[in-house]
């Protein structure tokens, strides 16, 4: 069975840094692009970052470029986000997806951003 | 990175069917065939019905059906049930390498 499960939520200050992760299992990690989608309850979700299955390539949403960083480690089937210089328009639930389509989500993780 | 065009929402009766555009340019919907769409009900993750444009994955009812025409992408729901009632999210690859979404649509079943 297929899981994701992201990790690494909370409240955060603005100008703060965070870095999430998100646990893979039940498919050949290495073999899967990932990608990290947001999604502000009640509001629609909103795209934010995509890296390839071996992590030669990554790209970015404009409303975050240069802020966050995407990575994995294929050998802990693990994908992170870094998320620095974070903003109140950060604040959302984080979910990593599996997939070029995407396929499969996690549970998500809320990220807020509030002094 | 405009978000795709959906409209906000939409209803329909039992039984009846159903159709959420999605658009977009020839810079995502109209420049690939990678085209996604997302049933997402309150308080749940996004489910995948459609992938591809049309492609159905495993599991997925056949009252589910996808299309594209030019730059507009949609999503047919046929023989409306009461649990299809949720949020439905369009999603596109784009000629930049990066993917954008609808802003939803939400469905009500009457």
């Known amino acids: 069975e297929v899981q994701l499960v992201e990790s690494g939520g909370g409240l955060i200050q603005p100008g703060g840094s965070l870095r999430l992760s998100c646990a893979a299992s039940g498919f050949i990690f290495r073999a899967d692009r990932m990608h990290w989608v947001r999604q502000v309850p009640g509001k629609g979700l909103v795209w934010v970052s995509s890296i390839k299955s071996d992590g030669s390539s990554a790209n970015y949403a404009d409303s975050v470029k240069g802020r966050f960083t995407i990575s994995r480690d294929n050998a802990r089937n693990t994908l992170y986000l870094q998320m620095n210089s974070l903003r109140a328009e950060d604040t959302a639930v984080y979910y990593c997806a599996r997939g070029g389509g995407p396929e499969q989500w996690g549970q998500g993780t809320l990220i807020t951003v509030s002094s | 990175q405009s978000a795709l065009t959906q409209p906000a929402s939409v209803s329909g009766s039992p039984g009846q069917s159903i159709t959420i555009s999605c658009a977009g340019s020839?810079?995502?919907?109209?420049?690939?065939?990678?085209v996604s769409w997302y049933q997402q009900h309150p308080g749940k993750v996004p489910r995948l019905i459609i992938s591809g444009v049309s492609s159905r994955p495993s599991g997925v009812s056949d009252r589910f059906s996808g299309s594209k025409s030019g730059n507009t992408a949609s999503l047919t729901i046929s023989g409306l049930q009461a649990d299809d009632e949720a949020d439905y999210h369009c999603l596109s690859y784009t000629r930049s390498d990066t993917w954008v979404f609808g802003g939803g649509t939400k469905l009500t079943v009457l």
């Open positions: 020839s810079n995502d919907v109209g420049a690939y065939d990678y």
